[in-house]
């Protein structure tokens, strides 16, 4: 796998936290322009099944942009 992914642990350990419990409010990702947030996106998306091993997650993601 491309390591070309770095930092933002802390954010990654929020987005883990939240979809491993029950959650009756949307994750919402936001910052200015350039700041990280498709990536972070994806990477979260690619580490969801290692998160959610035991709950056979099904990922579907559509990057929308200008």
């Given at each position: 796998?491309?390591?070309a992914f770095r930092g933002r642990e802390d954010i990654l350990s929020s987005v883990e936290l939240y979809l491993?419990?029950?959650?009756?409010?949307?994750l919402v990702l936001y910052g200015l322009s350039g700041s990280g947030k498709t990536s972070v996106l994806a990477k979260s998306a690619s580490l969801a099944h290692h998160?959610?091993?035991?709950?056979?997650?099904?990922?579907?993601?559509?990057?929308?942009?200008?």
């Open positions: 796998m491309l390591q491993s419990k029950p959650a009756t409010e949307p998160w959610l091993r035991s709950m056979s997650p099904v990922v579907i993601v559509r990057f929308l942009g200008m």
